[in-house]
Nanobody, 125 residues
Framework: QVQLVESGGGSVQAGGSLRLSCAAS????????LGWFRQAPGKEREGVAL????????YYADSVKGRFTISRDNAKSTLYLQMNSLKPEDTAVYYC??????????????????WGQGTQVTVSS
């Protein structure tokens, strides 16, 4: 069973940077899509960035392309999200998630069975 624990959230001014980490335990090495999602107050949870275990293909939401980078360190079983040029609209609770065994990455949050507890990111203008 996959377990995920996020860290690294906080408060920054617009234009600043943060790096989120997600420590993973359990089966995380093959046929796994790892992702970062976020949920702002009153809004649905949305996908931000995804990375697939085979080949390391990455996918980004249009709203974060060129500003956010998803990466993983298999030796440390850790997923990262480097967030640069942050904007107030990036303010949300950020979650890491894992979808095991589907063969590719999908954006729908409903497909992800494993979730972390979330970490708050607040960007002030």
């Amino acid at each position: 069973q996959v377990q995920l624990v996020e860290s690294g959230g906080g408060s920054v001014q617009a234009g600043g940077s943060l790096r989120l980490s997600c420590a993973a335990s359990g089966y995380m090495y093959r046929n796994v899509c790892l992702g970062w999602f976020r949920q702002a107050p009153g809004k649905e949870r949305e996908g931000v960035a995804l990375i697939y275990s085979e080949g390391g293909s990455t996918y980004y939401a249009d709203s974060v392309k060129g500003r956010f980078t998803i990466s993983r360190d298999n030796a440390k079983s850790t997923l990262y999200l480097q967030m640069n040029s942050l904007k107030p609209e990036d303010t949300a609770v950020y979650y890491c998630a894992a979808d095991v065994g589907r063969g590719q990455c999908y954006w729908s949050a409903r497909l992800y069975a494993a979730w972390g507890q979330g970490t708050q990111v607040t960007v002030s203008s």
